[in-house]
């Protein structure tokens, strides 16, 4: 049980920013909101997590509703590269936590 | 730092052969996770080490499955007899214990079972 809830596909154009929602609701105080991406042909890759605040990489953005309910994945200009399937990730981090993947967000990146 | 190796990248086997896919951990990591991933089901969790114990197997299919840790750096994941469902691409990943630490993914190793 992933415990997140993303939508299945979403389409952008190239250059325009992109914001991918997660759904965490039943998420606890001690929960990190990992996202990973994985592009065609290649094992998931880490994008940006965080805890309660914003954060900000040289990948993405990170907003974190103040409830913590809910999370958004911002690219802020789309490229072609950044086509992929993208997963929002409940996670712990102590030594037993297990690490599940839901079925992600399918990104289509149109020139 | 050459990132977490797999091999092979491509196996393709009869059904009723024995399988072995292997994976080298990052150095300085002790949490190691094998997963498959199918069109039909997604990324499966199998099966999670850390400090070489099995933690969790509860993802492991059945008894033709299974794993293991002979050192920190290194893992397998044995599927005996390999049967056409079995067929799948199956990636390892390793971290660092801590809320902070990432998840690193070998490039998977794609199995196919005749």
């Known amino acids: 049980d992933a415990k997140t809830t993303q939508p299945n596909s979403m389409e952008s154009n190239e250059e325009e920013p992109v914001h991918l929602p997660c759904n965490h609701s039943t998420i606890s105080g001690t929960d990190y909101i990992h996202w990973y991406r994985q592009l065609p042909s290649q094992g998931p890759e880490y994008v940006i997590h965080g805890l309660t605040s914003n954060v900000n990489n040289r990948m993405a953005s990170l907003a974190i509703a103040e409830d913590r309910k809910s999370s958004t994945l911002i690219l802020h200009r789309a490229t072609l590269r950044d086509a992929a399937v993208y997963y929002c990730?409940?996670?712990?981090?102590?030594?037993?936590?297990?690490?599940?993947f839901g079925t992600g967000t399918l990104l289509a990146v149109q020139p | 730092d050459a990132g977490v190796i797999q091999s092979p990248r491509h196996e393709v086997t009869e059904m009723g052969q024995e399988v072995t896919l292997r994976c080298k951990l990052i150095s300085g990591h002790n949490s190691l996770f094998w997963y498959r991933q199918t069109m039909m089901r997604g990324l499966e969790l199998l099966i999670y080490f850390n400090n070489n114990v099995p933690i969790d197997d509860s993802g492991m299919p059945e008894d033709r499955f299974s794993a293991k840790m002979p050192n920190a750096s290194f893992s397998t994941l044995k599927i005996q007899p390999s049967e056409p469902r079995d067929s799948a691409v199956y990636f390892c990943?390793?971290?660092?214990?801590?809320?902070?630490?990432?998840?690193?993914f070998g490039s998977g190793t794609q199995l196919s079972v005749l």
């Open positions: 990943a390793s971290r660092r214990d801590g809320p902070n630490e990432k998840l690193f």
């Open positions: 990730i409940r996670f712990y981090g102590g030594a037993t936590n297990k690490l599940i």
